[in-house]
């Protein structure tokens, strides 16, 4: 049978996703986890392959597995080896066809901001902090140009990761919540370092570094990654959702 | 001058407030940060002295300086020296008669706890967990009954550490926050173990162990610890808030 998970991970101590010879990563320690519970070699497909220091409360997982166990019986025991970071926080059966990766309609993504003077301790694990206050409104314009489909090709590294660099997004937004800025964006599919590349620009744009008007430009396709800000701190990046035609897990 | 500080702690890796020969605690750090900056040994005065594993977001505290560095200036400098997990946020003169410890007329702790079969890794540095879901209305009808002013005896372990056991409680409620299931709690002052151990026993009652009635009993005085529950571990716990008759900080 096919089965979708979803997956929660602390990603401070983890080299990212995706599984590397050496490295600690959430693929790799997953992978481990659900061979040890389903006696067989697993082989998974996720909605987004996250990078160092980036965590997820919402990632989503598929793989196949020829099991007794119930779908709740894989997640309670899986978790139950896996480490302290990692959590297996439920399990679905899925139709044959369903892919994490192939089949999500959305990702979702949230980037969270200490703007000001003193860095806080119960804060520092899941937000990156500038030190002074942002203009809101300024973020909130920029994020507003992001929203619909756009060639965001000068906002990911490299040129040979991906060969088509279109993404249509719908939701862009920045939002106070208590002490922290919370950017949050939703599109079809991300470019490699796409959203903390966003949240670098966006950035200089609230503190008059870059005007709106060379941060739309730059929406347009601009050819130069050099020409986008530096890319945003990890810790502060969050994989929210994956959206599929139905509620999987 | 005087000064009074709001300081915030991630209590995980502390041996608590209390300074004690060989251990890491917030007190030590933040006295020897303070003297590292005024260049003078520092005695502080704290609103509530926090077990090992327990946070704080509003932790208050005063202390005498002699220096000519604006209070913007103590809190950004001693900051800077003190470890990634205790800050010291906000700094602010009070007249001379102020003390963190005697002047507070009230401290609110909060306890969150996460009711599931399965773990949360970005929760789990302040929260507990219990392993299935607890009854809300029977936790907060018990947190009603712990308002007003009672003979918590029964809450703490020894009868040593205090003389007097009667605490007025003015807030004494449970919310769930998403997931997370919040006890906000704030009395006039609190026993050593006090909210832990209330914790501790509003779960039993919420699982059918323990009735209200009895709960109600211990309010009245009981004279045996080993009568109520067992102490909610410490990561759940925070000190959110010490309140003066002015705003200090």
Known sequence: ???AGLVEYDGTDFSGWAAQPGQRTVEGSLSEALGTILRQPVKLSVAGRTDAGVHASGQVVSFEAETELSPAEVSY???AVL?????????????HDFDARKSARSRSYEYRV??????S???RRYTSRVPKSLDTGLLDEAAGLVRGTHDFRAFTPSR????YFVRKVTESLWERRGEVLVYRITADAF???????LVGTMREVAEGRRSLGDFASLLGGADERSRAG???PPQGLTLVRAAYEEQIV
């Open 160 to 163: 040979s990761y991906h060969s």
């Open 191 to 197: 470019l490699y370092g796409m959203v903390r590349t």
């Open 121 to 123: 301790p119960l804060l």
């Open 1 to 3: 049978m096919k089965l």
């Open 83 to 95: 480490p302290p970071d990692v959590a297996l926080r439920r399990c679905a059966p899925v139709s």
């Open 230 to 232: 530096p890319s945003a």
């Open 114 to 119: 200490l703007d000001g003077a003193i860095r």
């Open 77 to 79: 025991k899986t978790t």
